[in-house]
């Protein structure tokens, strides 16, 4: 959970002070697109590779200590260098504690415990995420948009102090000699468009709201919003068969794609930003879990841990396109033209799911 404070105050602030040093939108999506991800697309493939030669109990503390650089760089930044360098320290810190947690999770749990286990996992680190998004908003509306990231950089060690006192059994030898077929990463491919859209509003919405005139807490409440919803649906999803799941998947894309379109006419209209970012928070959860649940489960008889690092590849690949894609829309477009293709991926994500096989 503090290592989600940490991320979650990077993603909603870091978009904001890159905006107030004079960044452009095609500048920030960028920084905390192409930058941020870069380091964690092109490890996470070697996610099996890397949890088959080490102890499991290294990659989390590892994760704490980069998000302490990444978070005090930002505290001292004093122009957009420091923040590119930023984002590129948490590229790593995300590799070291996604792919790899969730290969943990994988490899501990069973068929009948594994979804609950996985929306579990997703639930503590989206509850950090719901702290994070008011907590940061509140300290940078009192106090000054730079105090956050020394917040930040405190938990960040916190976290990673108790990584260390936390020993997990490596009981599973991984394989890492099968290959993928192509249709046991179907799951996986279907998933994009979800991550696309999260990933492109984590870096366009926070800046481009302050510019219309909302506050720092405004946009702290919105994304509150946001991971509350992310926090109630990983919850549910443990109760839910995985059937249900996936009509869920469906019926919410399709209710999605439509709140963005009638924002995409309404930009300015802060009570629909609130339900749309609700919903994308809900929809991308689920689109996460099922994903999760889908690749792990050694389809076809599949190394899960290298689908595993596939699938954070692809979101990394999401939050490294999605940002610069949509900062691009938003400077030589309007605002309104990325929420319509927002619109349309959405769509695109339902017809997906419909074809998803549970």
């Given at each position: 959970?503090l290592?989600g404070i940490s991320?979650?105050?990077?993603?909603?602030?870091?978009?904001?002070?890159?905006?107030?040093?004079?960044?452009?939108?095609?500048?920030?999506?960028?920084?905390?697109?192409?930058?941020?991800?870069?380091?964690?697309?092109v490890?996470?493939?070697?996610?099996?590779?890397?949890l088959?030669?080490?102890s499991?109990?290294?990659?989390?503390?590892?994760?704490?200590?980069?998000?302490?650089v990444?978070?005090?760089?930002?505290?001292?930044a004093s122009d957009?260098?420091?923040?590119?360098l930023?984002?590129l320290?948490?590229?790593?810190?995300?590799?070291?504690?996604?792919?790899?947690?969730e290969?943990?999770?994988?490899?501990s749990?069973?068929?009948?415990?594994r979804?609950?286990?996985?929306?579990?996992?997703l639930?503590?680190?989206?509850?950090?995420f719901l702290?994070g998004s008011i907590l940061?908003?509140?300290?940078?509306y009192?106090?000054?948009?730079?105090?956050?990231?020394a917040?930040?950089?405190?938990l960040?060690?916190?976290?990673?102090?108790?990584?260390?006192?936390?020993?997990?059994?490596?009981s599973?030898?991984?394989?890492?000699?099968?290959?993928p077929e192509i249709?046991?990463?179907?799951p996986?491919?279907?998933?994009?468009?979800?991550?696309?859209?999260?990933?492109?509003s984590?870096?366009?919405f926070?800046?481009?709201?302050?510019?219309?005139?909302f506050?720092?807490?405004?946009?702290?409440?919105?994304?509150f919003?946001?991971?509350?919803s992310?926090?109630?649906?990983?919850?549910?999803l443990?109760?839910i068969?995985p059937?249900?799941?996936?009509?869920l998947?469906?019926?919410?894309?399709?209710?999605?794609?439509?709140t963005l379109?009638?924002t995409?006419y309404n930009p300015s209209?802060?009570?629909l930003?609130a339900?749309?970012l609700?919903?994308v928070?809900?929809v991308?959860?689920?689109?996460?879990v099922?994903?999760?649940?889908?690749?792990?489960?050694?389809?076809g008889?599949?190394?899960?841990?290298?689908?595993?690092?596939?699938?954070e590849?692809?979101i990394?690949?999401?939050?490294?396109?999605?940002?610069?894609?949509?900062?691009?829309?938003?400077d030589f477009y309007?605002f309104?033209s990325a929420l319509?293709?927002?619109?349309?991926?959405?769509i695109?994500?339902g017809v997906?799911?419909?074809?998803?096989?549970?």
């Amino acid at each position: 959970m503090l290592m989600g404070i940490s991320m979650m105050t990077m993603m909603q602030n870091a978009p904001i002070v890159a905006v107030l040093f004079g960044a452009s939108f095609t500048d920030v999506g960028f920084m905390m697109g192409f930058v941020r991800n870069l380091p964690y697309v092109v490890l996470s493939p070697l996610t099996a590779y890397l949890l088959s030669r080490i102890s499991w109990n290294m990659p989390l503390p590892l994760s704490g200590l980069l998000m302490v650089v990444s978070t005090a760089l930002m505290y001292v930044a004093s122009d957009l260098v420091s923040v590119l360098l930023s984002q590129l320290v948490m590229g790593v810190a995300m590799f070291c504690f996604f792919p790899c947690g969730e290969s943990i999770v994988s490899q501990s749990y069973g068929e009948s415990g594994r979804l609950k286990a996985f929306s579990l996992f997703l639930s503590a680190v989206s509850g950090g995420f719901l702290l994070g998004s008011i907590l940061s908003g509140v300290v940078a509306y009192l106090f000054g948009i730079r105090q956050i990231f020394a917040l930040a950089a405190a938990l960040s060690a916190m976290a990673c102090i108790l990584f260390t006192r936390t020993k997990t059994q490596q009981s599973t030898t991984i394989n890492t000699n099968i290959k993928p077929e192509i249709k046991t990463t179907f799951p996986i491919l279907y998933s994009t468009p979800y991550f696309l859209i999260l990933a492109a509003s984590y870096a366009v919405f926070p800046g481009y709201l302050v510019l219309q005139g909302f506050t720092e807490l405004d946009v702290g409440l919105l994304f509150f919003a946001l991971m509350l919803s992310r926090v109630l649906t990983s919850f549910s999803l443990s109760r839910i068969k995985p059937e249900k799941v996936k009509k869920l998947l469906t019926i919410l894309s399709g209710v999605t794609a439509l709140t963005l379109l009638i924002t995409a006419y309404n930009p300015s209209q802060l009570m629909l930003h609130a339900v749309l970012l609700i919903l994308v928070g809900a929809v991308v959860s689920i689109a996460y879990v099922l994903t999760l649940y889908l690749i792990s489960g050694k389809p076809g008889g599949q190394n899960p841990v290298l689908l595993i690092g596939m699938f954070e590849a692809l979101i990394g690949s999401s939050f490294l396109v999605g940002p610069l894609l949509a900062g691009f829309l938003t400077d030589f477009y309007g605002f309104t033209s990325a929420l319509l293709v927002f619109g349309i991926s959405m769509i695109v994500g339902g017809v997906f799911s419909v074809r998803q096989r549970v």
